[in-house]
């Protein structure tokens, strides 16, 4: 799948993954971030090399650990409320 091609369902995933229950950013290991998304990890690299581009995660350390940028933070809300117009619902 090209990286400009992206599943909104799929990124909104990733991003909610990554923000905590109090709606702050919280870092997470790839392999819980694989598992959060539910992709295997073919998708998962795609997304998560797509998603750095796009300064909406970072990753660091080693092993790496994927954290949300503000940007990030922000593109999640509105992708949330945008798919909550759209399918009725606010679930991904």
Excluded: K, W
């Amino acid at each position: 799948m090209p990286s400009d091609r992206l599943d909104l369902r799929v990124v909104a995933r990733f991003l909610d993954a990554l923000v905590g229950p109090d709606g702050a950013g919280r870092p997470l290991s790839r392999s819980r971030l694989q598992l959060a998304a539910r992709v295997n990890y073919d998708i998962y690299r795609t997304y998560e090399a797509a998603l750095a581009q796009r300064g909406l995660l970072t990753l660091d350390g080693e092993p790496a650990t994927a954290t949300i940028t503000a940007r990030g933070l922000e593109v999640r809300q509105r992708l949330l409320r945008l798919l909550a117009d759209v399918l009725g619902s606010g679930s991904l």
